[in-house]
């Protein structure tokens, strides 16, 4: 996903300290840089060349099959407007090896100084296949050496490398001189993951090994601090050849300047995996393999392949591969559901009705999840104060009647896992059965219920006071697990009060207050990461006065939000986050503009913005009108991509179409489906056997309806 780039360029900093002249800059002030998401992330749809996935006791890493080009980046790219290498930082890897030869010797990474020509780099791999290392100098050298060698003199900068016994930092001091520091005693190719955590400073260097205690050299010298990085190359998992590739898995590898990374993952509860930033690509796998069973699985087996008809993905599949001939795709079981890993390319032909389903009352969202299990299963907002809300089971004929719920005025569901657990929470409006709604008395709640296998039905779990919730957003951060709720109003008039993030506390099994964050009339949020960054976008709706306030993103920094950047919205009620190749987008979605006592205005500009690298902020990037928006929803179909708007008001109907758009490139989106609705109130975009469906929800009519998309 090559959004990491734009993100690094977007949270480096761009600060910048002089060194001994006006010219040298030295790359100081940056945040943790993912090397590994960085190179494997630039394109989602497929693994990038020279690299394969393999799983070694219920845990992935990856595998270098060769020492390609996909695998080496300019540092220019990460190392921001900055010519000299940080003075101070750490390197955090996670990896697993076999044993290997003693004499030999892998790199990790390394940080090369521009080719010129000499041979043996990857455009003349074909002649150097034999993977032989360098021999080992004996355990007579001292820990910290100076070493020339015509392999790597005038063409290293910076590397990670090891044999069987040692780690080894190199750099490149004074004269040109290629000097290492050994770590001896890490007996890293052991066939088990270990994390590591190399760290820099001004008179010390230490190797922490799974959160053990740390080796520490003491070097004659201290590390460069002129180190100079113009027109270098990062090359993963190689220094750009045959010789010397790594042949072990690589899971984790963090560039931390600056600081002591050791902190940040240490003490751990699973040192072996201690984690800093792993690739998206890596996570959420079986972890039988490490529990109740220390043999792990050999790397070199890979996932077997099931191929035949429809096969249902259930907790016993999970991490296996799964070939359609029908659906002419490769698919993989996460334990609940098959997620695509190749597929022959579908294109949308027309959208058509499939289910006109009728609801107890009008409908303020709907919330499409799956249950292990269960299958896909709805979640309504039902308007009404006595009938209550409902969750609908799909079947082949469309929804059904699952489970009621006594609800009060139902503004929104949302579905979030906790591990193996299902959870749904639901807000209420208008307050509880023996205590009417009071707006003055802040009387109303949020209800979180829990699915309960043995009942096969969801209970009630936990209830949390809101103030006119608008919307929840659950998210993870570090293996945490976090609610925010969208506190909308409190009494009549008040709009600008705190919204709420909750975290779940593991001793009291429950969900506590975290932090609070100011907002004005909120209405949605939305959570999203972009390498390992992670965000929270709130759409602020109006202040008491008018429409036109800003909506905040929020960037999390230090286990907690910090304002990252403010843009004006005009009765912001949605937004929605999406990418398109290395591109990242963020829409909102107006309702209208209001001020004082003048009259709306309902057909107004809903807004994409795009995050820009050089600017280092989301910039506009299309306007496109609607009429009281109140959701947008991103689906891809094979390469096409599409955003669908709940057209709700336009100042005289609520019968008006909702627009289906489509992803043009350069022309942006261009409305292709034109969607009849009456006060639409949500989209929402779910896949069943092969097949893709949107079902809206209608907040001025007591029915939702399903359209099945028509692909070829």
């Not at 100081?28 to 749809?45: G, H, N, Q, Y």
């Not at 890596?282 to 087996?301: K, N, W």
């Not at 009705?353 to 609801?359: D, K």
């Not at 506390?505 to 009339?521: A, D, I, Y």
Request: proline share 4%.
């Amino acid at each position: 996903m090559s959004s990491l780039i734009l993100m690094q360029l977007l949270l480096l900093g761009l600060r910048v300290i002089d060194a001994t002249t006006d010219t040298w800059r030295h790359c100081t002030d940056l945040l943790p840089l993912d090397l590994l998401s960085f190179v494997l992330e630039r394109d989602t749809s497929k693994l990038v060349p020279g690299v394969q996935m393999r799983q070694a006791g219920g845990v992935r890493g990856v595998h270098f099959s060769s020492p390609h080009t996909s695998m080496s980046f300019p540092s220019s790219q990460l190392l921001v407007n900055c010519d000299l290498f940080p003075k101070e930082f750490s390197i955090v890897v996670t990896l697993k090896v076999a044993n290997i030869a003693p004499k030999r010797n892998e790199y990790i990474f390394s940080l090369m100084e521009p080719k010129t020509g000499e041979k043996g780099d990857i455009l003349d791999s074909n002649k150097n296949r034999g993977i032989s290392g360098e021999e080992d100098q004996g355990e007579e050298r001292k820990k910290e050496r100076r070493v020339k060698s015509n392999d790597e003199h005038g063409r290293i900068i910076l590397g990670l490398r090891f044999s069987g016994k040692c780690l080894h930092f190199l750099f490149k001091g004074h004269g040109g001189v290629v000097e290492h520091w050994v770590f001896r005693g890490a007996r890293l190719a052991d066939n088990q993951w270990h994390t590591l955590v190399l760290t820099v400073g001004g008179q010390h260097v230490r190797l922490t090994v799974d959160c053990n205690s740390p080796l520490e050299i003491i070097p004659s010298r201290p590390f460069p601090s002129d180190l100079n990085i113009q027109g270098s190359r990062f090359h993963i998992g190689s220094r750009g050849r045959w010789k010397g590739l790594f042949s072990g898995l690589l899971r984790q590898l963090v560039l931390v300047p600056g600081s002591d990374a050791t902190n940040q993952i240490c003490p751990s509860s699973d040192p072996q995996l201690a984690t800093l930033s792993v690739p998206p690509l890596l996570l959420d796998l079986p972890v039988s393999g490490r529990e109740g069973d220390s043999r792990l699985t050999s790397h070199e087996t890979e996932e077997r392949v099931s191929v035949g008809l429809e096969r249902t993905c259930s907790e016993l599949l999970q991490g296996q591969l799964w070939f359609s001939p029908l659906r002419k795709g490769l698919y993989l079981c996460d334990g609940t559901v098959w997620i695509t890993v190749l597929e022959d390319h579908k294109r949308l032909d027309y959208v058509m009705e499939h289910q006109v389903l009728t609801t107890s009352s009008e409908t303020h969202d709907v919330e499409v999840f799956q249950v292990p299990g269960m299958g896909v299963m709805a979640a309504m907002a039902h308007r009404s104060k006595t009938s209550g809300s409902a969750v609908y089971l799909w079947t082949q004929s469309g929804f059904k009647l699952y489970q009621n719920f006594t609800t009060h005025e139902a503004l929104v569901w949302r579905h979030f896992n906790m591990g193996k657990k299902v959870f749904l929470v639901v807000s209420n409006s208008g307050g509880g059965p023996n205590n009417h709604f009071n707006k003055e008395l802040e009387t109303d709640f949020s209800v979180i219920y829990k699915w309960s296998k043995r009942r096969k039905k969801f209970v009630q779990f936990q209830s949390l006071q809101t103030h006119c919730a608008r919307d929840w957003e659950a998210f993870t951060i570090n293996r945490q697990t976090y609610l925010a709720v969208a506190n909308h109003r409190q009494g009549n008039n008040n709009h600008t009060i705190n919204s709420v993030i909750y975290k779940w506390n593991r001793s009291t099994k429950s969900f506590e207050v975290h932090q609070m964050l100011p907002t004005s009339g909120a209405y949605d949020w939305e959570f999203f990461t972009v390498g390992p960054y992670h965000f929270l976008v709130v759409a602020n709706a109006f202040d008491g006065v008018t429409t036109s306030v800003d909506s905040v993103i929020y960037v999390w920094v230090n286990g907690g939000f910090q304002v990252f950047q403010t843009i004006k919205t005009f009765c912001a009620t949605d937004w929605e986050m999406f990418q398109i190749g290395s591109r990242v987008f963020l829409v909102v979605a107006n309702g209208h503009r209001l001020h004082g006592n003048g009259p709306s205005r309902y057909a107004i500009n809903s807004t994409i913005y795009e995050l820009d690298m050089n600017g280092q902020l989301f910039v506009r990037f299309q306007d496109i009108i609607t009429y009281s928006a109140v959701d947008w929803e991103f689906f891809s179909l094979g390469e096409e991509h599409f955003l669908v708007v709940a057209n709700s008001f336009n100042g005289e109907s609520y019968s008006l179409n909702s627009i289906l758009y489509r992803w043009r490139g350069y022309e942006g989106f261009v409305p292709v489906h034109w969607l009849p609705t009456i006060g639409c109130s949500d989209w929402e975009f779910f896949s069943f056997k092969g097949e893709s469906y949107l079902i809206y929800s209608s907040a001025k009519a007591p029915l939702s309806k399903v359209f099945k998309l028509k692909t070829y």
